[in-house]
């Protein structure tokens, strides 16, 4: 080997080392900062998840309730104008009393603020059904009582159908938690 080599060969060696050092230095860097970004960015998701269904678990919480005294006051209603029908021949013939007509109007309009904010569309319109049929037998004005039971009888079997399926939709979202 000529001389030259043999003197520049250390030279080399070195430079190719300190090359290959940076080179796998530069790689590592920047697979490190891509799996950082990747935790980040996967941080961002889980916080914007978990403030989702803290949103929604609050509001699925108060539309069940919500919805029971819809019912409770739907029934109050119906048991008045059944009342007011063994005298009259003829159901819901007669105004409700104030105080429930405010508790039934109130109990609908809760029902109503909580339902436009659940995020589920096939949920929502479930709960806006059992809603509406609620409502039902209060506009059956001088109907037939054998009718009008059917109907609330039909409207509370679809108000146990909306909760169960608020109450599936609440325990989807703490087994999805507890993952």
């Given at each position: 080997m000529p001389e030259w080599f043999t003197a520049l060969w250390p030279v080399a060696v070195f430079f190719l080392g300190q090359a290959s050092t940076y080179l796998t230095s530069s790689v590592t860097e920047k697979r490190q900062i891509a799996?950082?970004?990747?935790?980040?960015?996967?941080e961002r998701e889980k916080a914007i998840t978990d403030?989702?269904?803290?949103?929604?678990?609050?509001?699925?919480?108060?539309?069940?309730?919500?919805l029971q005294?819809?019912?409770?006051?739907?029934?109050?209603?119906?048991?008045?104008?059944?009342?007011?029908s063994a005298e009259t021949g003829h159901y819901a013939?007669?105004?409700?009393?104030?105080?429930?007509?405010?508790?039934?109007?109130?109990a609908g309009?809760?029902?109503?603020?909580?339902r436009n904010l659940v995020l589920d569309d096939g949920l929502r319109a479930q709960v806006t059904?059992?809603?509406t049929a609620l409502h039902r037998?209060?506009?059956?004005?001088?109907?037939?009582?054998?009718?009008?039971?059917?109907?609330?009888?039909?409207?509370?079997?679809l108000v146990d159908f909306a909760q169960e399926a608020v109450a599936r939709r609440i325990r989807e979202i703490y087994a999805s938690a507890e993952r």
């Amino acid at each position: 080997m000529p001389e030259w080599f043999t003197a520049l060969w250390p030279v080399a060696v070195f430079f190719l080392g300190q090359a290959s050092t940076y080179l796998t230095s530069s790689v590592t860097e920047k697979r490190q900062i891509a799996r950082e970004a990747k935790a980040r960015q996967a941080e961002r998701e889980k916080a914007i998840t978990d403030r989702r269904e803290t949103f929604e678990l609050d509001h699925l919480v108060r539309l069940n309730e919500a919805l029971q005294d819809l019912a409770r006051a739907a029934s109050q209603a119906h048991l008045v104008d059944m009342r007011t029908s063994a005298e009259t021949g003829h159901y819901a013939g007669t105004m409700l009393p104030d105080g429930l007509s405010d508790t039934f109007l109130q109990a609908g309009r809760a029902v109503r603020m909580l339902r436009n904010l659940v995020l589920d569309d096939g949920l929502r319109a479930q709960v806006t059904e059992a809603a509406t049929a609620l409502h039902r037998p209060s506009m059956m004005l001088r109907a037939e009582t054998t009718e009008a039971q059917l109907v609330f009888n039909e409207a509370l079997e679809l108000v146990d159908f909306a909760q169960e399926a608020v109450a599936r939709r609440i325990r989807e979202i703490y087994a999805s938690a507890e993952r």
